[in-house]
């Protein structure tokens, strides 16, 4: 098993390595369990595989004895269920506890008689038949010897199945965690929250869908019996009527209810409220530079001039459809939109959680805008979009644009431009307006607009404005949302002696803290502390880019010509990484520095990281370096190539650090005079 890089999982390869048989006996019991004659159904076996998958990744499981233990109990649990059936045949359905799932044994059934003893195979990788077919296999007289060939066989093709995917995004992880744990953590922020938008959207649809003609019918009764709201409600889903009036008053009322949303909150006077405050924290906790990058491309989906240049290329193909309903919904939509948020913006004027990001004092906080128009433009397209497709396909074009508005609304938390109330608002009144103006527009006679070149022009505006927006703003959107490089401010007054401990003494990671310690300090220029390390043979660390991703690929690639991953601190991946290969040793030094914002005798003070690298192969595909995490000896080397500067040696608190990785050693380096 490879030397772990994770102390966080530390208490994981200490159980592995001291149960091994209890692992594996886990590893083939999940993987029976998950092919067992119902008990399927509720064990996350599935999951647990995949996670199976992401430990091979990460060098805790091996992944031959993983491998032959999922497909071995794979095979056990599809052949016990078997003989349950074969033993029983149409008996087990009238026996206890069986009898309570008799609509699973004839959705079973009906699978078998189609597919045959195909079933078998597909049951495998079918989830409401998973955990019945080999029963119903058994119970309508298949074949021992052949159902054991085909359970064999598809136990073979099924566990890799799932563990593949877990190992790749075990190595994804494995990455990640190389430049940062926080951004593990946010990927798995996002992901869940994606998952959790797309279940609600299912379940939302699932239930609607069936219902809506009669939802609309006891709208209708409804607002005949109430004679203030009711006409207004009568126009909005009677096709017979007008609904242009009663979007006014709805839209007027959306205003004030935007109102009424901020005072019921409590924020009018400009101080979030808790939960605004910790989310807030929690994300600049999470951001790296990579993140940072990538969720200003997708906050600028969201920007004035993508939102205005999708409008205008599909407000001009339905002109051009000569579809004035559609396009008349649409324009209502963004005009509207933009209305209630600057409206709200201006009467409530609540300060950003970062002001610096928008200085003039036009650019208030609540509703987001982004998050507003976001719901409006790209919600309305799906509800245009869906129209003219089959129910079954529709949930597909909603959860897609769904996606594309979460991402737009985690964007604007993470980067700082808004609190939680703000999206939650902006999205909310989105919402409502988007839904008024859906059943006014599905209600209301409109011409079929032919689907396809709809989904490819709409397909094409939302790229064609995004790339455009990326290529001629995406410098300017960075200098925006990314920190401020620091600059020396804090004076030392005697660095070597004592003030040295002030500084971090691990790597800022998630939770302030990370198993990667600064085990440097150097009182110098970046330029002078660069030229020191070339003149005794550093050089610059091959930086990651995609042409030179493509030597992880390579096994022969000398260690010393593969690129290295950036580290992150604070936010913030190194200023300078330095590398010095041995040809000797055969080992790969690594030195990173980080700014500390302070200063001793008119230079500034560096914090940095000696570390030793290995490689680390992914199925001898990948062959990427990581750090080893041992780092009490790596500034050996650092101590006898500068003997002819002033060094010394200090020590951190025996309970400021972890003894297992580090003795808490520092290195201080000070500059030539």
Not at 50 to 64: H, K, N, Q
Not at 237 to 250: G, I, K
Not at 490 to 502: G, I, S, V, Y
Request: hydrophobic content about 50%.
């Amino acid at each position: 098993m490879e030397e772990i890089t994770h102390p966080q999982l530390a208490w994981l390869v200490d159980w592995i390595n001291q149960y091994p048989v209890l692992t594996g006996v886990f590893i083939f019991t999940v993987a029976m369990l998950e092919s067992m004659l119902l008990i399927g159904i509720p064990v996350p076996g599935a999951a647990l595989l995949v996670s199976f998958g992401a430990l091979i990744a990460l060098g805790l499981l091996d992944f031959t004895t993983t491998m032959l233990l999922c497909i071995a109990g794979a095979i056990a649990g599809d052949g016990i269920s078997f003989w349950i059936g074969y033993r029983y045949q149409k008996q087990l359905k009238n026996i206890w506890p069986f009898y309570y799932f008799k609509s699973q044994f004839q959705t079973g059934e009906d699978f078998f008689r189609k597919h045959g003893g195909k079933s078998v195979v597909f049951g495998r990788f079918v989830g409401p038949v998973r955990a019945v077919i080999p029963t119903i296999a058994g119970m309508m007289g298949m074949s021992p010897m052949r159902f054991t060939i085909i359970n064999v066989l598809s136990a073979i093709a099924w566990a890799p199945a799932y563990l593949l995917p877990g190992m790749v995004f075990g190595a994804s992880l494995e990455l990640a965690s190389e430049v940062a744990i926080r951004l593990v953590a946010l990927i798995f922020v996002v992901i869940i929250a994606l998952l959790i938008i797309r279940w609600l959207l299912r379940r939302t649809l699932h239930y609607l869908q069936p219902r809506a003609d009669a939802i609309s019918r006891q709208s209708l009764q409804w607002a005949r019996r109430h004679s203030i709201i009711g006409p207004s409600i009568q126009a909005l889903v009677d096709p017979r009527q007008p609904e242009s009036p009663a979007l006014l008053l709805f839209a007027l009322i959306l205003i004030l209810s935007g109102l009424g949303f901020f005072f019921i909150i409590g924020s009018l006077a400009g101080q979030p409220i808790t939960v605004d405050q910790r989310v807030y924290e929690l994300m600049q906790s999470l951001r790296t530079p990579w993140m940072d990058q990538l969720m200003i491309w997708i906050t600028m989906l969201g920007d004035t001039f993508v939102v205005s240049g999708i409008t205008a290329i599909v407000l001009a193909w339905l002109l051009y459809q000569r579809n004035i309903p559609a396009a008349l919904h649409l324009g209502a939509a963004i005009i509207f939109g933009a209305i209630l948020t600057r409206v709200l913006k201006i009467s409530l004027q609540v300060p950003r959680p970062d002001p610096s990001l928008f200085p003039l004092a036009s650019h208030y906080s609540f509703p987001s805008a982004h998050s507003t128009m976001a719901m409006l433009l790209y919600g309305f397209l799906s509800i245009i979009i869906s129209r003219e497709i089959r129910a079954d396909k529709r949930i597909h074009v909603y959860v897609v644009f769904g996606i594309i508005i979460s991402l737009i609304a985690i964007s604007r938390l993470y980067l700082g431009a808004h609190w939680l109330s703000d999206v939650i608002g902006g999205l909310t009144l989105g919402l409502i307006w988007i839904t008024l103006l859906g059943i006014a527009y599905r209600r209301h006679p409109s011409a079929a607009l032919p689907a396809r070149p709809l989904f490819a022009v709409t397909t094409a505006a939302i790229l064609f404005t995004a790339i455009s927006h990326w290529q001629l703003n995406f410098e300017s959107e960075w200098q925006r949302y990314t920190s401020k490089v620091d600059i020396a401010k804090l004076h030392f007054a005697n660095w070597p002696e004592q003030d040295w401990k002030t500084l971090p003494v691990y790597r800022n990671d998630l939770a302030d803290t990370s198993g990667y310690p600064f085990n440097i300090q150097w009182n110098d220029t970046i330029v002078d502390i660069n030229k020191t390390l070339t003149a005794h043979g550093w050089i610059p660390a091959l930086e990651l880019t995609l042409p030179n991703s493509m030597k992880w690929l390579s096994k022969q690639t000398p260690l010393n010509e593969r690129p290295v991953l950036p580290q992150v601190h604070k936010g913030k991946h190194e200023t300078m990484a330095m590398s010095y290969y041995d040809s000797d040793s055969k080992l790969l030094s690594v030195i990173r520095f980080w700014p500390t914002n302070t200063s001793w005798n008119d230079k500034p003070v560096w914090i940095g990281q000696a570390a030793i690298m290995q490689t680390k192969s992914f199925l001898n595909l990948f062959h990427y370096p990581v750090t080893i995490q041992e780092f009490t000896g790596p500034t050996k080397l650092l101590r006898q190539q500068l003997k002819q500067l002033k060094l010394s040696i200090a020590y951190r608190d025996a309970d400021a650090i972890d003894h297992k990785r580090w003795n808490g050693e520092i290195l201080l380096i000070e500059s030539r005079e």
